[in-house]
């Protein structure tokens, strides 16, 4: 065979030869093969690999151009979501079936509003209310609130949903009496005249945490302005880490928002006489007389204390200030002191209860006295550090200063709720 022919023949071999996978010992001599060939032929062949003064320059190849995307598709449960959040004045855009930014403030907006964990996407039971509210207001079910519109028929639907009267629990909606044709604001007789909004308090504090800044350490309170904002915002905090607990407590149990409401009266009767006296006694006092109203409920303490966590939570949910309450001073009652926290903030906020930033204090010193002894922490239990230095150099700083079934009352009667153990 010639040199030339042997040339040809090995950079054959070399071009031919497959793209190795990860080299092996044993690999060495045929890459060392395909590289002596590639050399010997450029050699015999200077022009044809630009060696030579003459080369000819090969045509260069064109540049594809980017690849084009392919276009999104539609998402109709996205669609749907759209179409209620601008129905109750969200502004996510275009109804076009794409999670897009606009999409995910408006729910983010949804969400501050409900008091709901803020985070851009909707969670199955936000879902339910969101799209469950826009096709009871589509139906023509808003008309029983006359002068309700937006974001507040949210609450109408709520209310409805759990089987009360909107209208007459915040004489909101003007009623023309039929025979004076004058307006009147009905108001239930027992409602609570000095019990705030959670949901709107939530609302306000995402605003100025918003426009400010969270105050996240102990060295972000500057003054009283800071201190305020930072307890509202361990409030609203605490408030929303409960009503996860709640849904996970309830996931697969089937139960309506109908059946928690007339089930979680069971809470609020069993705990009447101690809210009935939180601005006259001492929050030991109430303390102990929260364990002995427990005792004499006589049921098993785990089945107790998840009632109990189950209504917390869907109180924050349903801005019922009183049944949150009652659910906190149950846990409290049951041993879990870290729930007098919540206690503190519903004195201090006047939720469910009269005002009273004084008696606030020794709810406060109760959960961190618990916490500090080694308790396990009721709210965000990986924070609990860091949130009960801010709330103590808050309450240092001016902080205080603020923004059924039911049955006898000896019998347990207790609903079960079919609770996930977990």
Partial sequence: MTARAFLIAATATALCLPAPAPLRADAGDVVKLGAAAGILFCMANPQRCGMGGQSQQPTPRPTPGPTPRPPVQADPTVRTDQQALNYFDYGAGSADGVMGRKTRQAISRYQTYMGYPVTGQLAPYQRQTLVGAYNWAQAGHGAAYPGIYGQELLR??????????????????????????????????????????????????????????????????????????????????????????????????????QALSENCSWVVDRMADQIGQLGSSSAVELTEAADRRIRDIGADMRQISDVAKVCLGYAYRTDDAQVALASALMLVGTGARPYAELVGHHLRGGYGTARNPDQAQGWYDIAFDALDRGADPAVRPSQSGERVAVMRAALRT?????????????????????????
């Avoid at 604001?185 to 426009?211: E, F, G, K």
């Fill in 156 to 257: 109408a639907y709520q209310t409805e949903t759990r089987g009360g009267d909107y209208c007459r629990e915040t004489g909101r909606c003007p009623v023309q009496a039929a025979s004076t044709g004058q307006t009147t604001q009905p108001r239930l007789p027992d409602m609570p005249t000095t019990s705030a909004s959670m949901a709107n308090a939530c609302a306000s504090s995402q605003m100025v945490t918003n426009a400010s800044g969270p105050v996240l350490t102990p060295a972000g309170i500057t003054g009283p302005d800071r201190a305020r904002q930072a307890m509202d915002e361990q409030f609203c905090s605490a408030s929303s880490y409960a009503l996860s607990r709640s849904e996970n407590l309830l996931d697969g149990s089937g139960m309506t928002d």
């Fill in 398 to 422: 001016g902080g205080l200063a603020g923004g059924g079934n039911a049955t006898s009352s000896t019998g347990t009667g207790m609903p079960n709720f079919n609770l996930r153990q977990n």
